[in-house]
């Protein structure tokens, strides 16, 4: 992605060559929702580190829209008190002296089109004030329920731009985008009738992580692993994304969701799909997107029989936290005693095409698991059973190359080795690349490089809507089978722990096991 | 990530043969018992290169800035023009970054002196010491153009996979301009980068975007005057911004004049006009860039773009006769230490810089 990207409109020719890879419009973000918890811990500061870096056009401002009674300056103390807490930089006086003077506060309601007067009132106030040509950025960081009725407001109101051209309107989406296919493809539809789909950038913070966009260099800068990924070479591959922490204060929303619609219908099909996709022919945005979506399109369907075989979900139950007493799911506030939403998922995929025939992608994912970890591991096939390979009582370990994504992102190669002495002797050693250690720079947040792509135009790491759509499809499938099965009965796991013992026999009956993280 | 958590062990002497061993030392003997020991990741290797004793302390502080962002070998070459010494000395010092509560080996430092007449050899001890596999950059530490010291500097870039030297405080910068322009021009040139050129980076992406057509139609075509003020020693900064408009512009520069006091002007000629460059130095005072007066017109008006330097990584910009505000861009302040680690991951060929170099040395031409 090492290329200068610019927008439509009439060339810049000082910009081509700047060793800035990205370079952001002049534009006004205007966050719906911007005294929410998502823009207080996340957004705002991570714009505040983006101007820190230089990297923000000097023609650029903020604007916070929602219901909250606020004004510029308690806007401010919101964003100081956030940049406080969660900026992975201090807050440095100097910059802030000027920075705050580029936010900007409007109150309404969202259902309000006198408000969208207001704000549109004020965003020209502004826009003059700093000589933004009326490039704006909408970021909805508002519950889903709501996004029509924004969508629908700022069509209404005058806010939507000709997508070809200037000046220019984006609209940022977070994920869930939709419940299950139909209602994604309502949304989408939704969007579709105000918005290009060039101006629609569906935010996963997952896809802006180094280790997620190290993925695809791994891969195609490596002429040495590209040759080996296919299942000629590949036994299997495994997926895990563990979270330690309970439901929480997301009762509400997680027992409509659960971790298939919250985790794997996304963030984890999403690396899925990277680790698995074809070399684009370039590295267009539109192009690795075409390629992503040909995995999802293969995915194999869960359906009928399979789901008993391919799949478990279970619940945490009561258990121990860093040596703490905790309770189950259905103890947690906000949860029905009754309920069968699952808190882990363990899942047997297969990609149904040349590259991947019969390998299998196990999954998994979990509230309440022992720590927090994301990784993506390949395991190869082992040696033949000739040489170092004869002791079928110890068998070679495998090579295994792991990516991590969180904590700690960096990626790992287990080789065997002899260990030094008389004998021969193989032992499995590990190779071990650490960003942190390596690397000296610190690794933007996610939610940095997201949004410095938005504002250059940049869609490569944003979900398309097709493959939303596709992601989607396969998942629904799941959902409906689940349905149809009808069960009241979903297996405890012990909170703290891997998982249910469900989930070992599932890959236990294909003779391999779960990694130890 | 500062240079303050990057500890350096104590300079231990060793031989020119034992510099390898003394690096290649296993940690644990070295460092005592196995809860201390420190894992090892660097980035590449870094043959540091001053030809004066009394520039080696500044240096060694900017190695612990420069592994604490690049992990790497480092061979400061201490090439003293003014020892008449045959000998050659070396010592070594591991320097370890702490996090939280592992360590990690981010440089391994290797220090050897040479008087003028040993100096020759240093390129030979350079290339015993160097890891393979990786990167090697050089750093041209003193205030000269590298290829003016002669075999020295060939044969160390020949070593090399990128030359990163500063133009700041070179004396007659003119001639040395051109002298590193024909090498970076040349058919053995490596991956070159100039401090001088990095540092104004805020300054040109200011300028480009107060200019961008979306904000100001036709300003770049209707340019008639720029005027640089910049502090002492400078000058170079000034006239490499100045080629790199010039260059992206496509201005061909027609004339150019040393006008009595610290002042350098141009013409140029372009398919929009003649558009005219005046450099000029302020004898005291900070350093840096200060202040770029751009006049053009904006829709048939005229404006003048007065972008200033506020403060160290800060530069605001006021378009008279087009906004009512002043708008800034700030960056991150960096040492030199902390310039030379920005760069020395940026391995391809910054194209942009060689072509600015390459027409900065035709506008010195024409002042000669």
Redesign the interface.
Known sequence: MDTVRADAGTPNLLTAGLSQTLIPQPCTLVIFGGAGDLSARKLLPAVYNLSLDGVLPANFAIVGFARNELDDSSFRAIARDGIERFSRRPLDETHWAQYSHSLFYVTGSFTDRQAYVELRRRLEKVESEFGIPGNRVFYLSIPPSLIETCVEQLKAAGFVADPHEAPISRIIVEKPVGRDLVSARGINEMLARTFDESQIFRIDHYLGKETVQNILVLRFANSVLEPLWNAKYVDHVQLTVAEEEGVGQRAGYYEEAGALRDMVQNHILQVLAMIAMEPPWSLDPENIRDAKLDVLRCLRRLTGSDVETHVVRAQYGPGYHHGEDVPGYRREEGVRRDSTTETYVALKMFIDNWRWAGVPFYVRTGKRLPKRVSEAAIYFKSVPEILFNTNRDAPLESNVLTLRIQPDEGFSLRLSSKLPGPKVRIYPVKMDFHYGATFGDSSPEAYERLLLDVMSGDATLFMRRDAVEASWAWVTALLEAWEASRTRYVPEYPAGSWGPVEADRLIEADGRKWRTL | ?TPTDVIASEPRAVSLGGIERELARPWPEREGPPAERA?R???GNLIIVCRHQHEEPEIAQEVSAI?????SRVLLLVADAGSRSTEMEASVTIQR?F?GA?Q?V?GEVATIRAGSPAAPRLASTARAVLLGDLPTALWWATAEAPPLAGDLFVELAELTDQVVYDSFAWTDPLRQLIVMANWVGGKGSRVTADLAWRRP??W????????????A?GA?EAIREVHIEHGPHALTEAWLLTGW?AF???WIPRGGKVLPGPEVSWSFEWAHGTPRVEIRRHPEGETDLRTIRIVTRVNARPVTFRFERE?P??VS?F?DG????T??????VHTRGQLV?RQL??LAR???FESSVALARTMAETVL
């Open positions: 990530m894992a990741a660097l980035m592994v604490s962002q690049y992990p970054r996090r592992s990690h981010c980076k805020l040109r992406r200011l300028i480009a975007q107060s200019l961008d057509p979306s904000i139609p770049l408009l992206r512009l496509g403060a990584g800060r910009v378009a087009l906004a009512d505000r708008l800034w861009l700030t960056g991150p680690a991951p940026d910054d194209r942009l």
